[in-house]
């Protein structure tokens, strides 16, 4: 707070800032990668990929280890809850904290604490003593973290890149993300079937050294703020009636919180799902987690090479009615062959409608708005889906995990149609 303080109070004025060329770039790059062009990116993308790939690893371990402990469908959807609760009361703050201090010195400080969760986690697991409340606390206080780090996360881009490269970014961002969402779960499912989940969490906390060291490896331009002295509850009323004025991007929030409740929260009783329908325990599950993500690497692939076209606000609409057709399939296949390749299509489906969204709010937002802003999109993409989770987990037991993933996709599908009818124009977003 401090370092950006005096940042703000320094004299330097906005005119000499953009004379100078605030975005260093290396050799030309293809026009799908052209965001890696710039020298900062390419760090984060490097520390990003190998500590995203640990996090999927940790995601996979820590619900199987879950459903190990419990044999219960509910504790998953407790777990999913407990990780997802803090960004429904805290994401709308971290918003606001995002607009005032230095994004990559909190970075720093959210990796480093989520590297010190998964350690306590791997630490409980070797000496087995590890229990389901003892998981279910870890996640809460992941969430606690997540809350700061996410919207941190996506205001953080367009310093790396600027204004022109950012849908690019995104686009390759989310690649990156994906990608190590294929490597991440199918390393999970072998080191499960191997050794064990306590070395998943200990690689995956080891990896975090990785994106903190290239974050501290940054060559950042002091950017020009403005000074934040009022009361953050007034900074949070001025981002939510600025969403509340926009109506296309009060909208895409909408579609981010429907997409997330009842789109997404099928991963939830996934483990449960592939031991107990598909009956291929843990690498089965490593697998379609793995194929899920080259789903969405091919989805990010997509959105990096077509994504200037002015299409975005159309593939938006189509991928939000067709996702839920792909989930109802999955929801009633026995066989896993095919749940691999419906695993594809609903990871293309997830990036299509992710991607879109996030890069149609950043492209739209006011800079001085976009960290309330991502706050927002954190909490209605991330903050609510506890309730999907937990529900999930609580009906599955009572109804059956066919019968209520597919009753979800039809939420899904319904609430989705609503939206884009009473808000049109989110067709023409490019």
Excluded at 47 to 74: C, D, F, N, P, R
Excluded at 238 to 250: K, M, N, Q, S, T
Aim: charged share 10%; with cysteine.
């Amino acid at each position: 707070m401090k370092e950006s303080l005096a940042l703000e109070a320094a004299d330097m004025d906005e005119s000499t800032i953009e004379v100078a060329e605030p975005y260093a770039r290396s050799t030309r790059l293809p026009k799908t990668f052209r965001a890696l062009q710039h020298r900062n990116f390419q760090l984060y993308f490097a520390g990003q990929l190998i500590s995203v790939a640990g996090t999927w690893m940790q995601v996979v371990a820590q619900a199987w280890l879950v459903y190990q402990l419990s044999h219960s469908e509910l504790m998953l959807g407790v777990v999913g809850f407990a990780a997802a609760i803090p960004s429904l009361l805290i994401s709308p703050w971290g918003g606001v904290v995002v607009d005032r201090v230095n994004k990559r010195n909190l970075l720093v400080i959210t990796q480093a604490t989520a590297m010190v969760l998964a350690f306590i986690l791997a630490a409980l697991t070797f000496a087995g003593v590890v229990q389901v409340w003892e998981i279910i606390a870890l996640a809460a206080i992941m969430g606690v973290v997540n809350a700061f780090d996410g919207p941190a996360r996506q205001a953080f881009v367009v310093e790396m890149v600027g204004r022109e490269d950012l849908p690019n970014a995104i686009a390759v961002n989310s690649m990156m993300f994906n990608g190590a969402r294929v490597v991440g779960p199918a390393l999970g499912g072998i080191l499960l079937a191997t050794v064990g989940t306590a070395w998943c969490f200990f690689i995956n906390g080891i990896s975090f050294l990785a994106v903190i060291g290239c974050l501290l490896l940054m060559c950042l331009t002091p950017r020009t703020q403005i000074l934040q002295i009022g009361s953050p509850w007034n900074d949070l009323k001025h981002g939510l009636r600025y969403v509340l004025l926009h109506r296309e991007i009060f909208a895409l929030l909408m579609l981010a919180l429907i997409f997330s409740v009842f789109g997404i929260s099928y991963n939830t009783i996934l483990p449960a799902f592939i031991d107990q329908v598909l009956h291929a325990g843990a690498t089965g599950y490593g697998a379609v987690n793995a194929f899920i993500g080259l789903g969405a690497v091919i989805g990010a692939f997509i959105m990096a090479h077509y994504g200037e076209r002015g299409q975005r606000g159309r593939w938006l609409v189509w991928m939000n009615l067709a996702f839920p057709f792909m989930l109802l399939l999955f929801a009633f296949n026995t066989q896993f062959i095919l749940a691999l390749g419906l695993a594809v299509g609903l990871g293309v489906g997830f990036m299509l409608v992710f991607t879109c969204i996030n890069t149609l709010l950043q492209t739209n937002v006011d800079d001085q708005m976009r960290g309330r802003v991502m706050g927002l999109y954190t909490l209605t993409f991330f903050g609510f889906a506890p309730f999907g989770n937990l529900a999930m987990g609580q009906l599955a037991e009572q109804w059956g995990m066919n019968v209520i993933i597919a009753l979800s996709a039809a939420c899904a599908f319904v609430l989705a149609v609503i939206v884009i009818l009473l808000v049109p124009q989110l067709r023409k977003m490019a």
